[in-house]
C-alpha cells in the first residue's frame, strides 16, 4: 500500500461514514494478518493511517525521478506554482505556463510555492531535479491558512458538524478527529519543513520578503554543491530504504 494523500479517500469528501469504517477495517485486519506492507511518503500521512486505521507504515519519500530533467537555469525570472497574485509586482517572478515540460520549467532560475497541500509529487519532482524551492515560512503559512489568504485543502477529512453522527456508531476513535482538523498538525509535518528529507530550501516571512529575496538570491558555487550532495545522498537512502523493505520478500 502507497499510502500517499489520505488513506480513506474517496469517503472524507463523499461523508461516507460506513465505507470508512469499512476501509479502515480492512486495512487494519489484513496488517494484522501480515496481508499488508504500508509505505507512507510523508510523515503526515504516515501519522494519520496509524491513528485512523491503525496501520503502522514506513516512510520513505518519493523521488519522481521519472522527469529525466535536471535543474539547468538559463533564465533571471523565478517561476510561480500557485497565484502569482498573492505577490507584489516584479518582473522576476512570473505565473506558471499554462504548457510546459519539464527541462522549460527548470530554466527558470527557483520555483516559488504558494502551497495548497503539506505533500505534492510536483514538489518532489522540482527537488529531485535539484530546482531552488521558496515556501512560506511555517509561521507564516499558518497564519495565511487561518487568516484564509493561502486556499488549504489537506485537512479535509471532517466536516465537524457531521462528526457526531460517526462517533455514535462507537469504533471510530475520538482522536483522529482532532488531528484531521487541526491546522497545527499538517503544516508542522508539511514535507518542506523536514530537514531529514528536504535540506536546503529557501523561506519567505511575506509576499514582500519574498520579492527581496529572490532579487538578491545569489547561491554559491559552494551552496549549490552542498545542496545537490544532500539530493543525492537522498537519492541513495530512498532506494536502501526500498532495498531493506523489498528484499525480505523476493528471497521469500
Keep these: 500500500m502507497i499510502n500517499s494523500c489520505r488513506y480513506e479517500q474517496p469517503y472524507s469528501f463523499t461523508q461516507n461514514f460506513a465505507n470508512w ?25 504516515q501519522e494519520y493511517l496509524l491513528a485512523g486505521a491503525r496501520v503502522t507504515s514506513v516512510h520513505i519519500p518519493s523521488l519522481c525521478l521519472y522527469t529525466n530533467s535536471t535543474y539547468a537555469p538559463n533564465r533571471r525570472e523565478f517561476v510561480c506554482f500557485g497565484d502569482r497574485s498573492f505577490f507584489p509586482p516584479s518582473d522576476l517572478l512570473v ?3 499554462k504548457r510546459y515540460d519539464w527541462s522549460q520549467l527548470y530554466q527558470y532560475k527557483g520555483i516559488v510555492h504558494v502551497p495548497y497541500e503539506i505533500s505534492t509529487m510536483s514538489i518532489f519532482e522540482q527537488y529531485s531535479a535539484g530546482c531552488p524551492l521558496w515556501f512560506p515560512s ?17 485537512p479535509y477529512a471532517f466536516l465537524e458538524r457531521e462528526y457526531h453522527k460517526f462517533r455514535g456508531k462507537g469504533k471510530y476513535p475520538d482522536h483522529i478527529q482532532r488531528i484531521a482538523t487541526s491546522i497545527d498538525f499538517w503544516i508542522d509535518r508539511a514535507d518542506f519543513y523536514d530537514d531529514s528529507n528536504m535540506r536546503g530550501v529557501f ?50
Excluded: H
Excluded at 26 to 43: D, P, T, W, Y
Excluded at 138 to 154: A, H, I, L, P
Design 21 to 45: 469504517q469499512w476501509v479502515e477495517e480492512g486495512l487494519e485486519r489484513m496488517q494484522r494478518k501480515g496481508q499488508l506492507i504500508a509505505v507512507s511518503n510523508n510523515k503526515a500521512d
Design 95 to 97: 505565473s506558471k505556463p
Design 138 to 154: 511555517r509561521k507564516f503559512f499558518k497564519e495565511c491558512v487561518r487568516n484564509g489568504s493561502m486556499f488549504f485543502q489537506t
Design 203 to 252: 523561506y519567505y516571512d511575506s509576499p514582500a520578503d519574498l520579492i527581496q529575496k529572490i532579487t538578491w538570491f545569489r547561491e554559491s558555487p559552494e551552496q549549490l554543491r552542498a545542496r545537490l550532495a544532500w539530493i543525492q545522498t537522498r537519492k541513495e537512502q530512498v532506494y536502501q530504504a526500498w532495498k531493506e523493505l523489498l528484499d525480505p520478500l523476493v528471497r521469500g
